[in-house]
T-cell receptor, first 113, second 111 residues
Framework: EPEVTQTPSHQVTQMGQEVILRCVPI?????FYWYRQILGQKVEFLVS????????KSEIFDDQFSVERPDGSNFTLKIRSTKLEDSAMYFC???????????FGPGTRLTVL | GEDVEQSLFLSVREGDSSVINCTYT??????LYWYKQEPGAGLQLLTY?????DMKQDQRLTVLLNKKDKHLSLRIADTQTGDSAIYFC???????????FGQGTELSVKP
């Protein structure tokens, strides 16, 4: 059964460093998303991406964040200068044509020291 | 504003039914979802319901939607120890739109 994959599963970085989190959505899906979950808190929406552009972003998704679909399969989230409060589990999700269900990857745990 | 609320914990005995409840504030929600998260794992979509439906059944799962009270519930029949997980309710306004999640209900199933 097709699934969303994410790499790495765990990333440790120093404050101020840049990180890139990678996702491979399900192959025929057209909508792509990033969410994050700080430990013990709700899953929060960051950004959605459709037709090669951002369709919606939250207040969290400031200038330090960017997304890219560099080829036909990968979808990346870049954090330019990480802060301690960026430590969280980051989930990628994708939706088929027509939207509806969002299928989530297993997540990348980001730890900023 | 947008808000989704769930109770934090539920404990049941194996074989009993579990009912997990969720309330949401925005009546323009179009889709309502239930996701399951096992320890250390991602979010698994269990089921979803359109806002023009009152009920949806899928094997052991029954979703009930009360639009007037903005209340959503997930009933798990014959709950098993493997059902122990955190269950998230989520809403969205349109196809392809963002999901707004509740804080999750931790279901504990005792043998």
């Amino acid at each position: 059964e097709p699934e969303v994959t994410q790499t790495p599963s765990h990333q440790v970085t120093q404050m101020g460093q840049e990180v890139i989190l990678r996702c491979v959505p399900i192959s025929n899906h057209l909508y792509f998303y990033w969410y994050r979950q700080i430990l013990g808190q709700k899953v929060e929406f960051l950004v959605s991406f459709y037709n090669n552009e951002i369709s919606e972003k939250s207040e969290i998704f400031d200038d330090q964040f960017s997304v890219e679909r560099p080829d036909g399969s990968n979808f990346t989230l870049k954090i330019r200068s990480t802060k301690l409060e960026d430590s969280a589990m980051y989930f990628c999700a994708s939706s088929p044509p027509g939207g509806g269900e969002q299928f989530f990857g297993p997540g990348t745990r980001l730890t900023v020291l | 504003g947008e808000d989704v609320e769930q109770s934090l914990f539920l404990s049941v005995r194996e074989g009993d039914s579990s009912v997990i409840n969720c309330t949401y504030t925005d009546s323009s929600s179009t889709y309502l979802y239930w996701y399951k998260q096992e320890p250390g794992a991602g979010l698994q979509l269990l089921t979803y319901i359109f806002s023009n439906m009152d009920m949806k059944q899928d094997q052991r799962l029954t979703v009930l939607l009360n639009k007037k009270d903005k209340h959503l519930s997930l009933r798990i029949a014959d709950t098993q120890t493997g059902d122990s997980a955190i269950y998230f309710c989520a809403e969205s306004y349109n196809q392809g739109g963002k999901l707004i999640f509740g804080q999750g209900t931790e279901l504990s199933v005792k043998p």
